[in-house]
């Protein structure tokens, strides 16, 4: 059964190893946070340093893993529709709306909506890493320097992946409007068995 992610909030449940996450854009141009800890053991978690590393590419998509910290593959990457991700930047928190983007108000944000969904796992906030952020389009420049763009992705496109652990996944619709293009949308997904 296919699940919505309102935008600007968040999810989190379990995942069975051998089952299948479709994580789905519905309208095009927004970004779904992921992050994925070990369901027997939340110590263990999605790694952005051992995922690059191992996989040899700042670009991951089909075929990929996603490792974590203790290296070992937490997902595989079954098929990628849009083939842009981001594997570099933390999710945003309310200190990114402070620094980057000068919001002096209250600004909605990944972290809180990762912190919220994940506490009923006993995961805190400290325990939260980079997550791999789906559909996201960040540019690099020969320089280092990076930018963040529109997401690629177009209303259906997708991203399917397969659990080789039992797993807790969190994840969002997310709430940085460089992000997403401007504006903020739904995430769906989807468990297959």
């Known amino acids: 059964m296919e699940q919505?992610?309102?935008?600007q909030s968040g999810s989190a449940f379990i995942l069975k190893r051998g089952q299948r996450l479709k994580v789905i854009d519905p309208m095009g141009q927004?970004?779904?946070?992921?992050?994925l800890f070990n369901a027997h053991d939340i110590k263990e978690k999605i790694?952005?340093?051992k995922t690059l590393d191992f996989e040899e590419n700042l670009l991951i998509t089909n075929g990929n893993y996603l490792w974590s910290n203790r290296s070992n593959k937490m997902m595989k990457i079954i098929q990628d529709t849009n083939g842009r991700n981001?594997?570099?930047l933390a999710p945003c928190s309310p200190e990114t709306f402070k620094i980057m983007y000068n919001h002096n108000s209250y600004h909605p944000s990944c972290f809180e909506n990762l912190i919220k969904n994940l506490s009923k796992y006993e995961i805190e906030a400290d325990d939260i890493p980079t997550a791999f952020n789906i559909f996201m389009n960040v540019q690099f420049k020969d320089t280092g320097e990076l930018t963040v763009k529109p997401p690629l992705s177009s209303a259906g496109d997708y991203v399917v992946f397969e659990a080789l652990m039992d797993l807790v996944v969190g994840l969002t619709a997310c709430s940085a409007e460089m992000s997403n293009g401007g504006s903020f949308k739904p995430i769906d997904y989807h468990i297959i068995n």
Not at 4 to 7: A, G, K, L, Q
Not at 30 to 35: E, F, R
């Open 47 to 49: 790694s952005s340093g």
């Open 86 to 88: 981001d594997f570099l």
């Open 4 to 7: 919505r992610i309102e935008p």
């Open 30 to 35: 927004q970004v779904s946070d992921m992050v």
